[in-house]
Nanobody, 116 residues
């Protein structure tokens, strides 16, 4: 399983970024996909998740600002982040969970830095 994330960078508060993750080695349509982040000195936390049948859920911190989407034909999951805040700074990880087996996989992470 390989999850290749991209799209991170440095942005000013109030700006936007779009993260993208390309999956390989899995049957994409059987997997819930998501994004987690880890801020310096903090535990990794859920940002957003989208199930294999397209239902999405968000952490309170990003609800209304972030949108997760998936393309089952392209094996991609994207995270559109708007009105970014300094607290959104962290390493963002792509995540996959196979529904039937519960097995999980993580991408290598992409750095998002929001300056005030």
């Amino acid at each position: 399983v390989q999850l290749q994330a991209s799209g991170g960078g440095l942005v000013q508060a109030g700006g936007s970024l779009r993260l993208s993750c390309v999956a390989s080695g899995i049957i994409f349509g059987f997997n819930d996909m998501g994004w987690y982040r880890q801020a310096p000195g903090k535990q990794r936390e859920l940002v957003a998740i989208i199930t294999s049948d397209g239902r999405s859920n968000y952490a309170d911190s990003g609800r209304g600002r972030f949108t997760i989407s998936r393309d089952n034909a392209k094996y991609t999951v994207d995270l559109q982040m708007n009105r970014l805040e300094p607290d959104d700074t962290g390493v963002y990880y792509c995540y996959a969970r196979t529904r039937l087996s519960g097995s999980e996989a993580w991408g290598q992470g992409t750095q998002v830095t929001v300056s005030s």
